[in-house]
């Protein structure tokens, strides 16, 4: 077909009145292809995430990623990406040096785009993404850690070191206090000291245990009559 012979056929298509059965043709192509989208690409990584924790994924804007590496200037040695999506953020902290660089992710979709634009951008084998379940992988010796959905805030104390720094994009941490805020609207990315979190959880207890305490000890006086 010539392109004469394409704008023809694409005036005649649209000045064509579709009609009630044309639109509901199209309606239910693009309903298939949405559908086809959803179980190949973003479903898998659902199935073993708990309900209260999904959320559709969104790959990560550049001021994201940008606000993250702010948060993490200054930072050296390894990063873990948890939930690590199309595998931006591992890419953007391998470039400002942090080795090894782990993404985990366990829509196996998104891993295999992931490990494509690494290739892509020439780190191939120089990064590493792997397809876990984020309530599993063992946080014991990771030093920075970013997020943008927390698997457990009580995984992430009770495993990562008192030097550990946790950058959250998109949702901050539940119940904690960052040390930094980067950003605004969507974009913000806010940090974690894990030492700065174990003081607050210990303040915050000991004050709960001491109101308690008063409450006991509080001397009701007799209704005298």
């Not at 309606?27 to 959320?55: D, N, S």
């Not at 959905?149 to 992430?156: C, F, H, Q, Y």
Request: hydrophobic share 40%; with cysteine.
């Amino acid at each position: 077909m010539d392109d004469d012979t394409s704008d023809e056929a694409f005036t005649e298509l649209r000045s064509r009145n579709l009609g009630g059965w044309g639109v509901a043709q199209i309606a239910v192509g693009t309903g298939l292809a949405v559908y086809a989208m959803w179980v190949g690409i973003l479903q898998p990584g659902f199935r073993k995430v708990p309900l209260r924790l999904q959320v559709p994924y969104i790959p990560a804007s550049k001021a994201q990623v940008q606000n993250v590496m702010t948060l993490l200037r200054g930072r050296k040695g390894d990063l873990v990406d948890l939930g690590s999506g199309d595998g931006r953020i591992v890419l953007e902290a391998y470039r400002h040096g942090f080795s090894p660089a782990v993404g985990y992710e366990l829509n196996p979709w998104l891993v295999r785009l992931a490990r494509f634009h690494a290739w892509r951008a020439g780190h191939h084998g120089k990064v590493s993404y792997r397809r876990e379940d984020l309530w599993k992988v063992d946080l014991t010796k990771c030093k920075n850690i970013t997020v943008f959905l927390a698997p457990s805030v009580d995984k992430l104390k009770a495993e990562l070191s008192d030097d550990a720094l946790v950058v959250a994009g998109r949702f901050p941490l539940p119940d904690w206090s960052p040390c930094r805020v980067e950003g605004r609207g969507v974009d913000r990315a806010w940090a974690y000291n894990i030492q700065e979190q174990r003081t607050h959880t210990r303040q915050r207890d000991n004050s709960v245990v001491a109101t308690g305490s008063d409450a006991d000890n509080k001397v009701i006086p007799e209704n005298i009559s």
